[in-house]
Structures are given as structure tokens and as C-alpha cells.
């Protein structure tokens, strides 16, 4: 008997898959998911010259699947996050070999992964977290302060959410617990930006709407130096004079006696700095942008805050910042029914597995009350996100404030969504509202 033929996706939607342009339309590109989910769920992508071939994934049972099974599916031996010929080249020159910039926990296997997550797993667990619920919470007043001046003009108030409230108060949280200083901070979100928006010409600084594939790389390896030399002048002095804070226990940690490298600590600091930020910032973005675009549930969440967990997790699954994430296959396995080869890429849509509609009703609504709500925008099994717990702290706080304080919000533009097939969310969310007497 003839071995079937895979499935392969036809250009235009493979091409689709990899354009960073894309991701800008976000209705348009789930409507593609939907259609590529429902006919070929584990799909090869194999006619788009500037990548090596891989797998895409779009169904939420098979991306939990690989999402759990570590041994398996392999986060380290390729790049963790979709790269070209010319990033793939350009990353291994600078690396020595390694096809991962950036030396992280998300770049790591067993067994050094779960030996370099329990170095910090404790201190973001809820236990610990609620010592620095206060801290938290006057960052939290702070920023809503800055909306409400901010937006005030004859009476009425209307801003941008992204650069006043949704960029900088996560950033100004994941700062403070690593003790970098507030001097500091917009040098760390311009880094960041150009780590993870290196596609978006709003977001790199460059202006160029069309940038080369290898001079995007070359902004962010020249971002991943920066952040590398601020880090390693911040583990000498965590180390002469450690404080309470995140960093200090990075930078005295050891495994097996011996001190973290140079490049796994400054792995392990990038990974908290940059993603730790970034992601909380587009789940607070799109949880504000469904409430403008729903005033009655904004005024049923002012009058009515057990619903705020609700309206929390559900943002994070609505918006899904981190968009991809890349394994490689390290034996021969099935998934979706189809034949995986060993060192086969595979590319897990996390975009298509939380809108996958066997798993959530009406995926595209925002629903607050729904439940249960067992998304992977987070990941799952031994790879969940380290930051969860504090992501949902974050963004209850915040709420909580802004719901004291905000009367009433509506969209007073239309929002725009960054050009990143990795992590993404909104770059803009213009809003009219109104405050509290």
C-alpha cells in the first residue's frame, strides 16, 4: 500500500503563515486559520523559499499535545521561534553554532530546563507575589494618574492606552521586581521593542516599512548585546550588594555549584525583561479594547468585580501574545493523525488552537464568564509560562484601578495590531472616556 501523501498548505497561505504584515489584520487571519484548522489541521509548509520546511499546527488537542510531551518535541536543537535562511545564518555566526540568539529557558530541554526553572519558580508563585501586591498596586494608581491626565482636553479626555497605560505599567512592574532602576526603563522597552516588534517599522524605530530579513536580525542582535551588557553590569552588583528582588537570586544562583554562564544568566534576565512585559502589555490592551467595544460590560464589571479573574483570562486567550513557538520533532511520532519524522520543525499556531472552536464556544467573542477556559496562551506542561501568576496579578490590579476611576470608554479610532508573526498585540488603541466624579 502507497504511503499517503502529506498535506501541503498551497502558497498563498503558506506564505500567509510566515508574513509578518499578515498578523495586522486580525479577523482576516483567523478567518485563514479557521479554513486551514478545518481541511488540513497538521499541514507542511514547503513552498516558501525563505524558510527551511516545517509542520503547522492549528488544532487546539494537537498543540496541547506537543505542548505537553517535552520528550518528544524539542524546544533547543533549531530556533525556538520561526527564523529565515539569512536570521538562521546570521544568529549561528554570532552564537558559535547555536540556533538560538537569545540562551533562555524557552531554548532549553531537560535536563537543564527544570534545573533552571526551579531557580526562580518559588518567587513567582501567588505565595510570594503577595508581598509585592502594594508595590504593585501604587505602579497601578501611578499609571491610571498619567491616563487621566493625559487625556484631558476642554472637559473631555481622550488617548492613546498602548504608550500611556498598557506599554509602560507592566514594564514599570517586571522593572521594579528585577530591580532595574526607573532610569532605566525606557532604555529596556526600546530593547524590548526591537527584540520582539523588529518587523514593525512603528516599533523598531527605523521607518523602513519594508526591512530586509537580515537587517531585522541585525536589530535584534544588536538589541540582545545591549541588553547582555546591561545585564552582566547588573549581576555584579546583585552579587556585591544582593537586595530582595528577582535578579538577585539570578545572579547567585548555581547549579551543581557553579554560577549560570554568562549567556544563560543573560538568557534568563532577557527572557524575564523582555517577554515578562511585552506579553502582559498586549493581554491589557486587548481586555480594554473588548470592554470599549462592549459598555455594558464594562458597567457590569464597575458595579460587579468577581467578574474581573473572567474578564482577565479571557483577554489573555482573545489576544494569545505570544503567537508561535517552533519544536523539533526527536523521534519519529504521529500528531493530527500524521506521520512527524524525527528532526521534523513544527510550528504550534497557539493563534489558531485558542480560537479553535472545538474547544471554545464562539471562540472570536469576548466572554468574560466563560468556562472553563483551558487556553494556551500560557503554554502548558513543563514550558507554562513562569510569569503566569504575575501576569494576572498585574492586570486584576490594574483593572481594578482603572474601573474606580473610568466611567465610561469607547474606541475613539480603530486600534492597530504590530507586524510580528511571534509575539503581537496592539501598538495603538485610541479611547474616549470618561472619569468618576
Given at each position: 500500500?502507497?504511503?499517503?501523501?502529506a498535506?501541503?498548505?498551497n502558497t498563498?497561505?503558506?506564505?500567509?503563515?510566515v508574513?509578518?504584515?499578515n498578523?495586522?489584520?486580525w479577523?482576516?487571519?483567523?478567518?485563514?486559520?479557521?479554513?486551514?484548522?478545518?481541511?488540513?489541521?497538521v499541514?507542511?509548509?514547503?513552498?516558501?523559499?525563505?524558510?527551511?520546511?516545517?509542520?503547522?499546527v492549528?488544532?487546539?488537542?494537537?498543540?496541547?499535545?506537543?505542548?505537553k510531551d517535552?520528550?518528544t518535541?524539542?524546544?533547543?536543537?533549531?530556533?525556538?521561534?520561526?527564523?529565515?535562511?539569512?536570521?538562521d545564518?546570521l544568529?549561528?555566526s554570532v552564537?558559535?553554532?547555536?540556533?538560538?540568539?537569545?540562551n533562555?529557558l524557552?531554548?532549553?530541554?531537560?535536563?537543564?530546563?527544570?534545573?533552571y526553572?526551579?531557580?526562580?519558580?518559588?518567587?513567582f508563585?501567588?505565595?510570594?507575589?503577595?508581598?509585592?501586591?502594594?508595590?504593585v498596586?501604587?505602579?497601578?494608581?501611578?499609571?491610571?494618574d498619567?491616563l487621566?491626565?493625559?487625556?484631558?482636553?476642554?472637559?473631555?479626555?481622550?488617548?492613546?492606552?498602548?504608550?500611556?497605560?498598557?506599554?509602560?505599567?507592566?514594564?514599570?512592574?517586571?522593572?521594579?521586581i528585577?530591580?532595574?532602576p526607573e532610569e532605566?526603563?525606557?532604555?529596556?522597552?526600546f530593547l524590548?521593542?526591537?527584540?520582539?516588534?523588529?518587523?514593525?517599522p512603528?516599533?523598531n524605530?527605523s521607518g523602513?516599512?519594508?526591512?530586509?530579513p537580515?537587517?531585522?536580525?541585525?536589530?535584534?542582535?544588536g538589541?540582545?548585546a545591549?541588553?547582555?551588557?546591561?545585564f552582566?553590569?547588573?549581576?555584579?552588583?546583585k552579587?556585591?550588594s544582593?537586595?530582595?528582588?528577582?535578579?538577585?537570586?539570578?545572579?547567585?544562583?548555581?547549579?551543581?555549584g557553579?554560577?549560570?554562564s554568562?549567556?544563560?544568566?543573560?538568557?534568563y534576565?532577557?527572557?524575564?525583561?523582555?517577554?515578562?512585559h511585552d506579553?502582559?502589555?498586549?493581554?491589557?490592551?486587548?481586555?480594554?479594547?473588548?470592554l470599549?467595544q462592549?459598555?455594558e460590560?464594562?458597567?457590569?464589571?464597575?458595579?460587579?468585580?468577581d467578574?474581573?479573574?473572567?474578564?482577565?483570562?479571557?483577554?489573555?486567550?482573545w489576544?494569545t501574545?505570544v503567537?508561535h513557538?517552533?519544536?523539533?520533532?526527536?523521534e519519529?511520532t504521529?500528531?493530527?493523525?500524521?506521520?512527524?519524522s524525527?528532526d521534523?520543525?513544527?510550528?504550534i499556531?497557539y493563534?489558531?488552537?485558542?480560537?479553535?472552536?472545538?474547544?471554545?464556544d464562539?471562540?472570536?467573542?469576548?466572554?468574560?464568564?466563560?468556562?472553563?477556559?483551558r487556553?494556551l496562551?500560557?503554554?502548558?506542561?513543563?514550558?507554562q509560562?513562569?510569569?503566569?501568576?504575575?501576569?494576572?496579578?498585574?492586570?486584576?490590579i490594574?483593572f481594578?484601578e482603572?474601573?474606580d476611576?473610568?466611567e465610561?470608554?469607547?474606541?475613539?479610532g480603530?486600534?492597530?495590531?504590530?507586524?510580528?508573526?511571534?509575539?503581537?498585540g496592539?501598538?495603538?488603541l485610541p479611547?474616549?472616556?470618561?472619569?468618576?466624579?
Amino acid at each position: 500500500m502507497a504511503t499517503k501523501a502529506a498535506p501541503v498548505l498551497n502558497t498563498d497561505d503558506a506564505l500567509a503563515v510566515v508574513d509578518p504584515i499578515n498578523y495586522v489584520d486580525w479577523d482576516k487571519l483567523l478567518d485563514q486559520f479557521d479554513r486551514i484548522r478545518a481541511e488540513t489541521p497538521v499541514a507542511r509548509v514547503v513552498n516558501d523559499e525563505m524558510h527551511d520546511p516545517f509542520w503547522l499546527v492549528t488544532r487546539y488537542d494537537d498543540v496541547m499535545q506537543i505542548s505537553k510531551d517535552n520528550k518528544t518535541f524539542l524546544n533547543s536543537p533549531r530556533s525556538v521561534t520561526l527564523s529565515n535562511h539569512a536570521a538562521d545564518a546570521l544568529v549561528k555566526s554570532v552564537t558559535g553554532g547555536s540556533p538560538n540568539l537569545v540562551n533562555s529557558l524557552v531554548a532549553l530541554d531537560a535536563p537543564t530546563h527544570p534545573q533552571y526553572r526551579r531557580l526562580t519558580q518559588d518567587w513567582f508563585m501567588p505565595k510570594n507575589l503577595r508581598q509585592i501586591e502594594d508595590e504593585v498596586s501604587v505602579l497601578a494608581k501611578t499609571t491610571v494618574d498619567r491616563l487621566v491626565d493625559a487625556g484631558q482636553k476642554d472637559g473631555k479626555y481622550e488617548a492613546d492606552f498602548v504608550p500611556l497605560v498598557s506599554a509602560p505599567y507592566p514594564l514599570h512592574v517586571v522593572m521594579q521586581i528585577l530591580g532595574v532602576p526607573e532610569e532605566d526603563e525606557q532604555r529596556m522597552l526600546f530593547l524590548t521593542q526591537q527584540m520582539f516588534g523588529g518587523t514593525d517599522p512603528d516599533l523598531n524605530k527605523s521607518g523602513i516599512a519594508e526591512m530586509p530579513p537580515e537587517q531585522v536580525m541585525q536589530l535584534v542582535i544588536g538589541a540582545v548585546a545591549d541588553f547582555e551588557a546591561y545585564f552582566t553590569k547588573l549581576t555584579e552588583e546583585k552579587r556585591a550588594s544582593p537586595t530582595e528582588d528577582v535578579a538577585s537570586v539570578i545572579a547567585n544562583a548555581k547549579v551543581d555549584g557553579e554560577y549560570l554562564s554568562d549567556r544563560d544568566m543573560a538568557g534568563y534576565y532577557i527572557i524575564l525583561a523582555a517577554a515578562g512585559h511585552d506579553t502582559t502589555s498586549a493581554s491589557t490592551a486587548g481586555a480594554m479594547q473588548a470592554l470599549a467595544q462592549d459598555p455594558e460590560q464594562w458597567q457590569r464589571l464597575r458595579e460587579d468585580r468577581d467578574l474581573l479573574p473572567g474578564i482577565v483570562e479571557e483577554a489573555i486567550r482573545w489576544t494569545t501574545p505570544v503567537q508561535h513557538f517552533m519544536r523539533t520533532a526527536a523521534e519519529d511520532t504521529e500528531v493530527g493523525g500524521q506521520k512527524i519524522s524525527k528532526d521534523d520543525w513544527m510550528m504550534i499556531s497557539y493563534i489558531a488552537a485558542n480560537h479553535d472552536p472545538a474547544a471554545f464556544d464562539n471562540p472570536r467573542k469576548f466572554d468574560a464568564s466563560r468556562s472553563p477556559n483551558r487556553h494556551l496562551a500560557f503554554g502548558a506542561g513543563g514550558h507554562q509560562c513562569l510569569g503566569l501568576h504575575l501576569a494576572r496579578l498585574e492586570m486584576r490590579i490594574l483593572f481594578n484601578e482603572l474601573l474606580d476611576r473610568i466611567e465610561t470608554v469607547e474606541l475613539a479610532g480603530e486600534p492597530k495590531r504590530a507586524q510580528s508573526v511571534f509575539v503581537g498585540g496592539l501598538k495603538t488603541l485610541p479611547l474616549k472616556y470618561t472619569i468618576s466624579k
